[in-house]
């Protein structure tokens, strides 16, 4: 183990887990919107969780990709989470910003 490897549970608790929960989060709030004649638009604030869940990561990502052990310091550039940190941030936003136009 080099000294940036991270583990699986701490990968699974900080990059799948909250994936998972904003994904779940957003498809229900966008069956919801769709099945109610309501104008809560549920799916448009959902974007807001998605964003946040992409931040998280990304800061998360960030401990994990530069770390130094005794007098060495170790870059990781094959974080696989790297890049769902950046989707989940643009899709986020692009939900909250125009997430209730389907809707209307």
């Known amino acids: 183990m080099k000294g ?3 583990p699986e ?3 699974f608790v ?3 887990l909250p994936t998972l929960v904003v994904a ?3 498809a229900t709030s966008f069956y919801i919107d769709g099945s109610s004649d309501g104008e809560m638009f549920w799916f448009q604030r959902s974007g807001a969780l998605v ?3 992409g931040i998280y990561i990304g800061f998360h990502e960030a401990r ?3 770390t130094a052990v005794d007098s060495h310091m170790f870059i990781n550039t094959e974080i696989w989470y790297r890049w769902l940190a950046l989707a989940a941030g643009i899709i986020g936003t692009v939900i909250w910003a125009y997430g209730d136009i389907p809707f209307k």
Do not use: G, K, P
């Open 14 to 16: 900080h990059v799948i």
């Open 51 to 53: 964003a946040a869940a």
């Open 4 to 6: 940036n490897d991270e």
């Open 24 to 26: 779940i989060v957003s």
């Open 64 to 66: 994990w990709s530069i």
């Open 9 to 11: 549970l701490s990968q």
